[in-house]
């Protein structure tokens, strides 16, 4: 999974970890692994083996989308 966060990164997309979309939606980190759990925000798990505790990446465009279709969330700042 390292190798797609890589591939990812090269292709010049941005991946956010969960805190900076936490931070940019305006939520909790706890809210925004719900999301990804619950299917409602697309993710990459990077972590490194399996049975090993989830290390999650959002493709920015995953984000964008996600924000469009939640507009009551807003960008910028927050609290968690």
Same mark, same amino acid.
């Given at each position: 999974? $390292?190798?797609? @966060?890589?591939?990812? $990164?090269?292709?010049?997309?941005? =991946?956010?970890?969960?805190?900076?979309?936490?931070?940019?939606?305006?939520?909790?980190?706890?809210? =925004?692994?719900?999301?990804?759990?619950?299917?409602?925000?697309?993710?990459?798990? =990077?972590? @490194?083996?399996?049975? $090993?505790?989830?290390?999650?990446? =959002?493709?920015?465009?995953?984000?964008?989308?996600?924000?469009?279709?939640n @507009? @009551?969330?807003?960008?910028g700042?927050?609290? $968690?």
């Open positions: 999974m $390292k190798e797609l @966060s890589r591939r990812v $990164k090269r292709q010049g997309q941005f =991946i956010f970890r969960v805190s900076e979309a936490a931070r940019r939606l305006g939520v909790s980190d706890t809210h =925004i692994i719900n999301l990804i759990e619950g299917g409602e925000l697309e993710a990459i798990d =990077i972590s @490194s083996r399996r049975g $090993k505790r989830a290390n999650w990446r =959002i493709p920015r465009e995953a984000l964008e989308r996600f924000q469009s279709r @507009s @009551s969330m807003t960008t700042g927050g609290t $968690k």
